[in-house]
Nanobody, 123 residues
Framework: VQLQAFGGELVQAGGSLRLACAAS????????VGWFRQAPGKEREFVAS????????LYADSVKGRFTISRDNTKNTIYLDMTRLKPDDTAVYYC?????????????????WGQGTQVTVSS
């Protein structure tokens, strides 16, 4: 499964942004997917995950209530809608697929990574 993430850009604090991640195969629809992020000088961290159907979701405490993960299996695409953005949300955002886990929470769950898209939130 190849993934391509896009949508990252420079946005002001308090603004909104939608990230998307397109998969190369419809087999993607059978697997859990998620988003991670990595800020400069920090480790990559979990942001959000959803199961194969999109019926279950999980979020990091730092984004709960502000970010929403969703998927459109007819388009082989997952989304991350980000609202009330903060400078601390500045990072490279990566989409991910897990072939053997019900959700993608830990880096060790990930089997395939997207290439990352930069989100910069100015204060």
């Amino acid at each position: 499964v190849q993934l391509q993430a896009f949508g990252g850009e420079l946005v002001q604090a308090g603004g909104s942004l939608r990230l998307a991640c397109a998969a190369s195969t419809s087999a993607f629809t059978a697997y859990a997917v998620g988003w991670f992020r990595q800020a400069p000088g920090k480790e990559r961290e979990f942001v959000a995950s959803t199961n194969w159907s999109g019926g279950s979701t999980l979020y990091a405490d730092s984004v709960k209530g502000r970010f929403t993960i969703s998927r459109d299996n007819t388009k082989n695409t997952i989304y991350l809608d980000m609202t009330r953005l903060k400078p601390d949300d500045t990072a490279v955002y990566y989409c991910a697929v897990a072939l053997h886990s019900a959700m993608v929470i830990h880096i060790t769950d990930v089997d395939h990574w997207g290439q990352g898209t930069q989100v910069t939130v100015s204060s």
